[in-house]
Structures are given as C-alpha cells and as structure tokens.
C-alpha cells in the first residue's frame, strides 16, 4: 500500500488523476498536517504504507523570501521532511521526497548531475536542500527525486499559465536567457510507479534528477505553445536579471536526467508541453 501526502497539490492530483487504483492512500493536509510529528504517527500507524511518497511542497519562490513565507517554507519543505523522516525510518518505511533544481546556483553551463554540490540561492532553495539533508540523515530507505519547472493540466504552473496568457494578451515579455528542462506530473507518475518495484528503493536511499532530455528557455516554451494554439500574442525576449528583480534565480537550472533514465525514457520538453496543451484545449 502506498501513501500520497500532499493528495490536493499539483502532483497529488497528478498521481489520483494517473493511479486511481487500491493499492494507494490519498491523504491531504486536513487529514494529516506533515509538520505535526503526532500527526505523521498515527497516519502511519493508521494507513500502514509499504511506501510513503511526500508530494506536499511550499513553492512560492518570491513569498519565500518575507519574514511570513521564512516560516511556512522551513516548516513544509525542512521541518515536515524531517519528521516524515524520522517516522518511517521507525517502521522501516521507504520514503519517496520530491526536491527541486533549485538547490543549485546556475553557474554551470552543463547539466547539473547528482553529484554535483548544491549551492541555493534563495531561500525557497535553501530549505529544500535543508529537506533534503533531514531525508538523508534520519531517513532509513528511499528516494530524492530532484525536479525542475513541475507542469500539468493540473494546479498552477508554468505552461498553464502561459496557455492562459497566450490566449488574453497582445503582449508578452518572457526571459530568454534562463536555460530549463521540464518535469511534468506524468513523469513523476510512470517513474515512481517503476521505481516503487525497485529493491534499491527498497535497501538504500539514493538521488535522481527528473527532467525533460533536453533543454529550453521560458521564450521556448512560450514559443511551442503559441504556435501550437496559434495566438496572436507578440512575444518579447528579456532577462531573467530584469524579471526576477531581488529575489535570485538560478540562470542555468537544467537537470542531468541520466539517473532517471537508467529506469524511464524521459520525454523531450516539446512532447510534454504538447501533451498538456492538448488536454487543456481538449478541456475548454
């Protein structure tokens, strides 16, 4: 049996909507609040999982940096980590974490591999590589999965957005020079599906990086997506420097999926980005 915290998220409801089946519990924060340790306990103690799969994530980049979002974001993506954790290393638990391209500084002009040093920027950053670090001191088996630029037809993201947009506006201005790769909710999916009958999982804790096999700027992305929907919205390219104004972000966030591709095919970002588009419009 497998356990989803974060049911109502993003990737939550990319799971429900992808692995609708009895072999997984849908759990909210209503249901269990992941910063409570007592919570986690008597979750796990109810639900007995064979897997537990964190999906509950704080992502409000620029709302990180305030005093207010300091505190949601360590709570949600360092201290519930920590209890999530500690609690199924009790039990003997594999515990599945989802990271972000983000605990990286863009520096590099390669694809950031698995063993390359994680250097945040932020604070959004710094807290799920703080996450990360309580997965891999008190967590007993499992995964870090690292993602980049989550998108779906469900919740908010980047290519939804920009599907609206390009629909409303004449007009876009959209950073050229922010190198990316894509992860999609259905990639989430089909790789823990696969890596859940995995021993690795199983008897070790290890990192992937989960991501589109190729690389794209948002001016791409924006790109595909009008000639796709075939909008009139002009397009202007900017930097990333002029958007993002104080809070930083990483100028290169592209992942090295080789770790992920060892166990799924990694679709190119133009697949995924067409497979969403469609469902959207399909949706209208």
Same mark, same amino acid.
């Given at each position: 049996m497998l356990l989803v915290l974060g049911a109502n998220g993003q990737l939550g409801q990319g799971f429900k909507n992808a692995w609708p089946n009895d072999r997984i519990i849908y759990v909210d924060r209503t249901e269990c609040d992941i910063t409570k340790q007592d919570h986690v306990a008597a979750t796990l103690d109810r639900c007995k999982p064979t897997i537990v799969i964190n999906c509950a994530a704080y992502t409000d980049v620029n709302k990180a940096e305030t005093?207010?979002?300091?505190?949601?974001?360590?709570?949600?993506?360092?201290?519930?980590?920590?209890?999530?954790?500690?609690?199924t290393a009790k039990r003997n638990i594999?515990?599945?974490?989802?990271?972000?391209?983000?605990?990286?500084?863009?520096?590099?002009?390669?694809?950031?591999? $698995? /063993?390359?040093?994680?250097?945040?920027?932020?604070? *959004?950053?710094? @807290?799920?590589?703080?996450?990360?670090?309580?997965?891999?001191?008190?967590?007993?088996?499992?995964?870090?999965?690292?993602?980049?630029?989550?998108?779906?037809?469900?919740?908010?993201?980047?290519?939804?957005?920009?599907?609206?947009?390009?629909?409303?506006?004449?007009?876009?201005?959209?950073?050229?020079?922010?190198?990316?790769?894509? $992860? /999609?909710?259905?990639?989430?999916?089909?790789?823990? *599906?696969?890596? @859940?009958?995995l021993n690795p999982l199983k008897n070790s804790k290890n990192i992937y990086h989960l991501g589109s096999k190729d690389a794209c700027t948002f001016f791409d992305l924006a790109t595909e997506i009008k000639n796709t929907i075939q909008s009139k919205t002009a397009l202007t390219p900017i930097s990333l420097e002029s958007f993002s104004g104080p809070v930083k972000r990483p100028l290169y966030s592209v992942l090295d999926t080789q770790s992920a591709q060892e166990i799924i095919d990694c679709p190119s970002w133009k697949k995924s980005v067409h497979n969403i588009i469609q469902t959207l419009e399909e949706e209208q």
């Amino acid at each position: 049996m497998l356990l989803v915290l974060g049911a109502n998220g993003q990737l939550g409801q990319g799971f429900k909507n992808a692995w609708p089946n009895d072999r997984i519990i849908y759990v909210d924060r209503t249901e269990c609040d992941i910063t409570k340790q007592d919570h986690v306990a008597a979750t796990l103690d109810r639900c007995k999982p064979t897997i537990v799969i964190n999906c509950a994530a704080y992502t409000d980049v620029n709302k990180a940096e305030t005093d207010e979002g300091h505190v949601a974001c360590t709570l949600i993506n360092t201290t519930a980590v920590e209890i999530l954790a500690t609690e199924t290393a009790k039990r003997n638990i594999p515990l599945i974490h989802i990271s972000t391209d983000y605990v990286f500084d863009g520096q590099k002009n390669t694809p950031y591999t $698995t /063993t390359d040093t994680p250097s945040p920027i932020n604070y *959004y950053g710094q @807290s799920k590589l703080d996450g990360e670090n309580a997965f891999l001191k008190y967590a007993r088996y499992g995964a870090i999965i690292r993602i980049s630029h989550l998108s779906s037809e469900f919740g908010k993201n980047i290519v939804k957005t920009f599907h609206s947009l390009l629909k409303a506006l004449p007009e876009m201005k959209v950073v050229s020079d922010q190198k990316i790769c894509l $992860t /999609t909710t259905a990639d989430i999916v089909n790789f823990v *599906y696969k890596l @859940s009958n995995l021993n690795p999982l199983k008897n070790s804790k290890n990192i992937y990086h989960l991501g589109s096999k190729d690389a794209c700027t948002f001016f791409d992305l924006a790109t595909e997506i009008k000639n796709t929907i075939q909008s009139k919205t002009a397009l202007t390219p900017i930097s990333l420097e002029s958007f993002s104004g104080p809070v930083k972000r990483p100028l290169y966030s592209v992942l090295d999926t080789q770790s992920a591709q060892e166990i799924i095919d990694c679709p190119s970002w133009k697949k995924s980005v067409h497979n969403i588009i469609q469902t959207l419009e399909e949706e209208q």
